[in-house]
Every structure is written in structure tokens, then in C-alpha cells.
């Protein structure tokens, strides 16, 4: 059974370990640093990418979690963990600045400019469907990074080796493809 940890500091927790289970997998709850050992993963879910980091900070979770991911841990920003995740950002200074990616916060607009679509994503599948709210997106991606999903021309979905990043909430679907996906690193 793979152990996948959950950043439980703020935000869409909750629907990812409901879907974390439902795919058999133990989740566990990240709030302190104890709780990243024997992981096979994490998960960075959407929230408030400000209050997050400064949560990080407080919880000091910034510095363990950064040394995770250089050390090869499978990890999954989804919206803000996305930001977490980002080398660069447009306009801000980054945070854990591991992924290999320069993100743009809020360019979907504000929480009402919400909404969903259905992406081709060949790595993963058909017509998923994609919540994107006050979403990122990625400008661009370094040597190596691979772009999985684009909407309206913006990358949304990308992997860089073992960190998985997107702009929108698979966890907000019943499709657990994504999720799925993200799983899959784990060996």
C-alpha cells in the first residue's frame, strides 16, 4: 500500500485523501515535520499559496519538504501546491522553488471567474474534467519538463521527473485519473 501524504496546513485536504483512499492508498496527514517520514509521496492541494507558505514557515515544513523533492520524493501541487512547487514566479518570490517551471498566480481571474472544462490529456486519458478556480498557470517550463495539458494556449498540466504539477482540482471530479497518474511514480 503506497503512504501518501497530504499538506494539512490549508485548503482542498480533505477531498484529496477521500480520493487518495479510493485508490487504495494510506493518506496521511502532513502538519508537522514527523509526519513526512516513510512517505512514498505528497501532495501540495489548493488553498492560499500566501497563507500556506507562511503556515510552512510557522510549521517549519519549507526546508524538509524542499529536501524531499531534491532528494527524488514523488510530489503533486495541485493550483497553489503548484505555486509552492514553481522554480519562478511571475511577480512573487517563490517558495519551495522546485519544480522547474515559471507560474503566473491568479491569470483564470478571480474565485467568480470560476470553471470547468474537459482536457485530452494522452499520458492520462480523455475528456478529464478540470476545475480551474482563481487558477495558475505555467509560462513556461525548463529542459526536461514535460507539458501534459494545455487550455486556451496556457500550460496547465506539466511533469518534471518526479514532481507533477497542475493549475486546476482533480480532487473536486469523481475521475480519479489524475490522482491515478500521480500514483503511478511510485514504485
Same mark, same amino acid.
Given at each position: 500500500?503506497?503512504?501518501?501524504? $497530504? =499538506?494539512?496546513? /490549508?485548503?482542498?485536504?480533505? *477531498?484529496?485523501?477521500?480520493? +487518495?483512499?479510493?485508490? &487504495?492508498? #494510506?493518506? $496521511? =496527514?502532513?502538519? /508537522?515535520?514527523?509526519?513526512? *517520514?516513510?512517505?512514498?509521496? +505528497?501532495?501540495?492541494? &489548493?488553498? #492560499? ?139
Amino acid at each position: 500500500m503506497k503512504r501518501i501524504g $497530504v =499538506l494539512a496546513l /490549508q485548503g482542498a485536504v480533505r *477531498e484529496h485523501v477521500q480520493t +487518495l483512499e479510493s485508490l &487504495g492508498c #494510506e493518506a $496521511v =496527514l502532513v502538519k /508537522q515535520r514527523s509526519d513526512l *517520514e516513510k512517505l512514498d509521496g +505528497l501532495v501540495l492541494p &489548493g488553498g #492560499e499559496s500566501t497563507t500556506m507558505r507562511k503556515l510552512l514557515n510557522r510549521y517549519e515544513l519549507l526546508e524538509p519538504i524542499r529536501t524531499l523533492a531534491k532528494q527524488g520524493y514523488p510530489m503533486f501541487g495541485t493550483c497553489a501546491g503548484l505555486i509552492l512547487l514553481a522554480k519562478d514566479l511571475v511577480d512573487y518570490e517563490s517558495h519551495l522553488a522546485v519544480m522547474d517551471v515559471v507560474v503566473a498566480r491568479n491569470s483564470y481571474g478571480r474565485q467568480v471567474d470560476s470553471f470547468e472544462v474537459k482536457l485530452d490529456i494522452p499520458e492520462i486519458g480523455p475528456a478529464i474534467p478540470a476545475v480551474f478556480i482563481r487558477a495558475p498557470h505555467i509560462v513556461s517550463v525548463g529542459e526536461g519538463v514535460e507539458v501534459l495539458a494545455e487550455h486556451d494556449g496556457k500550460i496547465v498540466l506539466a511533469k518534471d521527473g518526479h514532481l507533477l504539477g497542475c493549475s486546476f482540482h482533480p480532487e473536486l471530479t469523481e475521475d480519479t485519473r489524475v490522482l491515478e497518474y500521480f500514483v503511478s511514480f511510485m514504485v
